[in-house]
Nanobody
Framework: QVQLMESGGGLVQPGGSLRLSCAAS????????MDWYRQAPGKQRELVAV???????DYADSVKGRFTISRDNAENKVYLQLNNLKPEDTAVYYC????????????????WGQGTQVTVSS
């Protein structure tokens, strides 16, 4: 069974920074893309950033220039550096691993973490 565990959320003042981490565990053979999503109260979950297995990245327009996604393929980890945070960045942040292939099963499945709260407030 594959599990994703996020960490690094918290309360930060506007203009501050946080670094989110997400670790995937289990008998993982490979992971395709890894993503960060967020969901604010009363809003739909939205894609924030994505990074492919080759390191190609893409970002939502609202976070370009402020957030940076990176990953460690050897450790099955993905990170999100959040800089110059704004109150509108307040949300639960989720990581997602796409098309995860585990040992002994060549079908790829998507997995989600449980989320970590980011609150930006003075």
């Amino acid at each position: 069974q594959v599990q994703l565990m996020e960490s690094g959320g918290g309360l930060v003042q506007p203009g501050g920074s946080l670094r989110l981490s997400c670790a995937a565990s289990g008998s993982i053979f490979s992971i395709n893309a890894m993503d960060w999503y967020r969901q604010a109260p009363g809003k739909q979950r939205e894609l924030v950033a994505v990074i492919t297995s080759r390191g190609v990245t893409d970002y939502a327009d609202s976070v370009k220039g402020r957030f940076t996604i990176s990953r460690d393929n050897a450790e099955n980890k993905v990170y999100l550096q959040l800089n110059n945070l704004k109150p509108e960045d307040t949300a639960v942040y989720y990581c997602k691993a796409e098309r995860v292939i585990v040992q002994g099963d060549w079908r790829g499945y998507d997995y989600w973490g449980q989320g970590t709260q980011v609150t930006v407030s003075s």
